[in-house]
């Protein structure tokens, strides 16, 4: 297979993980040049409490969770739901672990249920991390077309992202970096170049 098959491939594989109700048609997807406010444009997608969770400080989010205002779950879904439309729009992320994010907040929604405790400072506080940080179950290609195809493992992972799941941190997505990170620019051939919104 070609890199441009492979890279082709790993772009619709993207898609395919953002479920089916959250996706735009293409025909709503306005040009670059046409989108001058992107932030209005992607509260079109989500509803009042998306908007509330997602515009709020990690203080605030954090705060809700502990008073249980608001489940991890809640946050989770919300993040994930602004994420997707965040990349369909921009291209912007280079793995998408919706499911593997919600199983990781019923986890430390149950856990909170049981004991009224956090699991950590970061209890269920969604983040994402750039490409250059390996995280179990996904890849890290790091805008290069041939170092797709093999996921981390649980060893493979960093102290940084292993910190931040003690801490009951939830990584949903990594976003995209240049290739090799070498220049400011996002120019890649894996997920297309990343559209800047502003």
Known sequence: MSWQSNAQSKRASLIELIPTKWRIPISEIP????????????????????????NALSSRILANIRSGEWTSMDVTRA????ASVAHQLTCCLSEICFVAAEQRAKALDESFLRSGQTVGALHGLPVSLTDRFNVEGLESACGYVSWLGENKDEDSEGVLVKRLRRMGAICFVKTNVPMSMLVGCNPQNMPKSVTNPN
């Open 31 to 54: 040009s670059v040049t046409r989108l001058r406010d992107f932030g209005e444009y992607v509260c079109r997608f989500l509803d009042r409490r998306e908007l509330e969770i997602t």
């Open 79 to 82: 993040f994930c739901h602004r």
